[in-house]
C-alpha cells in the first residue's frame, strides 16, 4: 500500500510537471482564452487545482509517456533556438575603430 501511494505521488508530481510546462508554452492568456475562463482563474489552478487533477490521473493510471516528454522538450528547444538564440547569434557592429567612415581631423 504503502509503495502504491509514493508511486502514485511520484507519477502526480510528473503529470503535475507536465502540466504546468504546457499551460507555460501555451501561455495562461491563450488557455484561459479557450477555457472561457479569466486568465487569474488560470494561475490559481496552478495552486490548488492541478495538484488534485494531477494525483487522480496518476491514481487512474493515467501517466505521462516518455514520448510526450519528448516532444515538448523538442518545443522548448525549438522556441529558445528561434527566440533567444537567433538574438546571440546576430553580427556585432564593428567597434568605431574598425569603420571604415571615420572622419579624421589634421591640425
Do not use: C, H
Not at 537567433?86 to 567612415?101: G, H, I, L, W
Amino acid at each position: 500500500m504503502d509503495n502504491t501511494i509514493k508511486r502514485n505521488k511520484a507519477n502526480a508530481r510528473q503529470i503535475e510537471s507536465w502540466l504546468l510546462s504546457q499551460v507555460a508554452i501555451i501561455g495562461g492568456r491563450n488557455v484561459a482564452k479557450a477555457i472561457g475562463v479569466d486568465e487569474s482563474q488560470v494561475s490559481r489552478w496552478k495552486v490548488s487545482w492541478f495538484p488534485k487533477i494531477s494525483m487522480l490521473l496518476s491514481v487512474l493510471e493515467y501517466g505521462v509517456v516518455d514520448d510526450d516528454i519528448a516532444r515538448v522538450s523538442k518545443q522548448v528547444a525549438l522556441y529558445l533556438e528561434e527566440n533567444i538564440l537567433t538574438n546571440v547569434r546576430k553580427a556585432k557592429r564593428p567597434a568605431a575603430t574598425e569603420r571604415q567612415d571615420q572622419i579624421t581631423l589634421d591640425f
